[in-house]
C-alpha cells in the first residue's frame, strides 16, 4: 500500500512540474519575455535619468503614451485655400500666424521693457547730477549749517523736506563691526559636487549586455571627449523664416484633437502630410529661400523631403538614403503628394548612396543632415527592428561615429556661405551635442574651412508657447523635449553656416 501510495506521489509531482513547466507564467518564461522595449526603456532610465533629472519623469511618461501629437503640412500641389479652410474649421491654426503673433507680442514687451529701463537710468542720472550739486554747495557752508537752507526751497513742502532730511549725513561705522552680519549669497556657491566637467560625464558607466560580452558603453563613448574641447564661433540668429507656401497647421498647448486621415484633392494627390510636430524645426531652421540648391542626406521615410518641397523654392532637390528600401518609401510619398505636378521630375531625384562618400563638393547650399539614430520614442513603442536588441548593441555602439562621419561629409561638400542642418529624434547628448563638436574638430583639422554654430535661441522665443526646448548643457544646438501637452519630439537639430 506504501509503495502504491509513493508511486502515486511521485506520478503527481511529475505531473505538476510539467503543468508548472508549461504555465506561460512560470519564471523561466517570464525570463525569456524580456522585450527589445524593456531593454531600451531601462537603458533610458540609467541614461537620461542622469541627464535631464527631476525632468527625466514627465519626459519618460509624455514617451511611453500610446498617442503623440502630429502637425499636418497643406500640400502646395493640392487644393491649398480649401485644405486651409477645412483645417482652421476643426479649430487647427497655422504655425506661420502663432509665430507671427507671439513675435509681436515679445518685441512690443521688448520695447516697452527697453522704455522703463530708459526711464530708470534717467531718473538715476539726475538724482546722480542732484546729490553732486547739493554736495557742491555744502562745501562752501559750515557743516552744521542748516541742509534746507542750501536749497532756495518752501518750508511747507513736505517732499522737498524729506529729501533734505535725506540728504544729511549717516553715521559712520567701522566695517569690521558689520562682517559678521554679511549675508552669503548660497546661490553663487560653487559646490566640490557640482557637475562642470561638461558634457561627457552624462555618460553612465553602466554596461550593457550584447550576445554573451558585457560593453563598457561610457568606455567607447569616451573617443568622442576629444570634440568637447574644440572651440567654434556662435552667431546668434533673432527669427525664423516662414516661406509663403509652408502652410503647417497645429493645434494649441493641451489640445489633444488629432487630423482626420487626409483625402485626394482636384490634382489627385493627398492634401495634407502628417508630421511629427518637432520635425519641422530642422526645415524651417534650413532657412529656404529661391533658388536653393537642396540635399537631404539620409531622407526616409520622406517627411522632411516633402516639406521642404512644399517650399516651392528649391532649384533643384536631392533626397538620398543608403537602402533601397529606404529610398522607396521616399519615393512612396512624393508619388502620392507630388506625382506629375509642377516638373519636379527635372528638379527632383532620388538617389540609394551612403552618405559618407557623397562627393559632389560645392554643388549644394542647403544640406539637411536628418541622421539614423536610436529613435528613442519609436524604440519603446515596437519590436520591429528594433535597436536595442541584444544582436545589434555593436551597430549602436558604433551609431555615433556613424553620425559623426556623415555631418563631417556634409560640412566638407557644403558650398560657401551654405548652410548645413543637424538633427536626431534622441534625447541622447553624445548622438547630439557630442556628433556636432566631434565632426566640426575632424572638419577643421581635414579642410582648415571656418564653420559658424547659429543660436536660435532668440528666433524660438516665439514657439516657446508650443514647444518645450531644453537646455541642459547644450553647446552647439537646441532640443525639443516631449511634453504631455504638446507630446511631440524629442527633437534635436543644429544649424551649422560655412564662411569659408
Not at 529656404?288 to 516633402?306: E, F, I, N, Y
Request: one cysteine or more.
Amino acid at each position: 500500500m506504501a509503495h502504491l501510495f509513493n508511486r502515486l506521489s511521485i506520478k503527481k509531482l511529475i505531473e505538476m512540474q510539467i503543468a508548472r513547466h508549461n504555465h506561460k507564467n512560470h519564471w523561466s518564461m517570464l525570463k525569456k519575455k524580456k522585450t527589445h522595449m524593456s531593454r531600451a526603456l531601462k537603458h533610458f532610465d540609467e541614461f537620461y535619468g542622469n541627464v535631464y533629472g527631476k525632468s527625466w519623469e514627465g519626459i519618460r511618461t509624455a514617451l511611453l503614451a500610446e498617442k503623440h501629437k502630429y502637425m499636418a503640412v497643406v500640400n502646395s500641389f493640392s487644393d491649398i485655400d480649401r485644405i486651409k479652410t477645412e483645417l482652421e474649421s476643426q479649430g487647427a491654426m497655422n504655425l506661420r500666424t502663432i509665430y507671427e503673433t507671439y513675435k509681436e507680442h515679445i518685441d512690443e514687451n521688448s520695447q516697452k521693457s527697453k522704455k522703463r529701463k530708459k526711464e530708470t537710468k534717467r531718473n538715476q542720472v539726475e538724482s546722480i547730477i542732484s546729490t553732486a550739486e547739493i554736495s557742491v554747495l555744502q562745501s562752501h557752508y559750515p557743516v552744521d549749517h542748516p541742509p534746507s537752507m542750501l536749497l532756495n526751497t518752501d518750508d511747507k513742502d513736505e517732499d522737498v523736506k524729506m529729501e533734505n532730511q535725506a540728504l544729511q549725513l549717516g553715521e559712520m561705522k567701522s566695517i569690521e563691526l558689520n562682517l559678521n552680519k554679511v549675508a552669503v549669497d548660497e546661490n553663487r556657491i560653487l559646490h566640490p559636487s557640482s557637475n562642470l566637467s561638461g558634457l561627457y560625464e552624462f555618460i553612465p558607466a553602466t554596461k550593457i549586455k550584447g550576445l554573451e560580452d558585457w560593453v563598457l558603453e561610457s568606455q567607447h563613448y569616451g573617443y568622442y571627449k576629444e570634440g568637447t574641447s574644440f572651440s567654434v564661433n556662435i552667431e546668434k540668429e533673432i527669427m525664423l523664416t516662414f516661406p509663403q507656401y509652408l502652410n503647417i497647421y497645429t493645434f494649441e498647448e493641451g489640445n489633444k484633437s488629432t487630423f482626420p486621415s487626409p483625402k485626394k484633392g482636384s490634382t489627385g494627390v493627398l492634401d495634407y502630410y502628417l508630421l511629427d510636430g518637432a520635425s519641422v524645426l530642422p526645415v524651417l531652421a534650413l532657412d529656404m529661400q529661391p533658388g536653393d540648391v537642396v540635399l537631404d542626406m539620409c531622407a526616409a521615410p520622406g517627411g522632411k523631403t516633402l516639406s521642404i518641397l512644399q517650399t516651392l523654392m528649391p532649384q533643384l532637390m536631392v533626397a538620398n538614403d543608403v537602402k533601397k528600401s529606404r529610398v522607396e518609401r521616399v519615393r512612396k510619398v512624393i508619388d502620392e503628394y507630388v506625382a506629375g505636378i509642377g516638373q519636379w521630375e527635372e528638379r527632383l531625384f532620388l538617389t540609394e548612396r551612403d552618405a559618407r562618400t557623397i562627393d559632389e563638393k560645392n554643388m549644394f547650399n542647403k544640406i539637411l543632415v536628418d541622421v539614423p539614430c536610436t529613435t528613442d520614442r519609436h524604440v519603446l513603442h515596437s519590436e520591429e527592428n528594433n535597436i536595442f536588441k541584444p544582436q545589434r548593441v555593436q551597430e549602436r555602439l558604433k551609431m555615433p561615429e556613424m553620425q559623426a562621419d556623415i555631418l563631417t561629409n556634409a560640412l566638407k561638400i557644403i558650398s560657401v556661405g551654405g548652410t548645413v542642418v543637424y538633427s536626431t529624434c534622441s534625447l541622447s547628448p553624445i548622438q547630439n551635442d557630442g556628433v556636432v563638436g566631434m565632426a566640426l574638430k575632424k572638419n577643421w583639422e581635414e579642410t582648415n574651412s571656418i564653420m559658424v554654430v547659429k543660436d536660435m535661441t532668440k528666433a524660438l522665443d516665439p514657439l516657446k508657447f508650443l514647444y518645450k526646448f531644453g537646455n541642459y548643457g547644450l553647446k552647439y544646438g537646441h532640443i525639443a523635449i516631449p511634453t504631455l501637452d504638446n507630446n511631440w519630439g524629442p527633437m534635436y537639430f543644429c544649424k551649422i553656416v560655412r564662411m569659408r
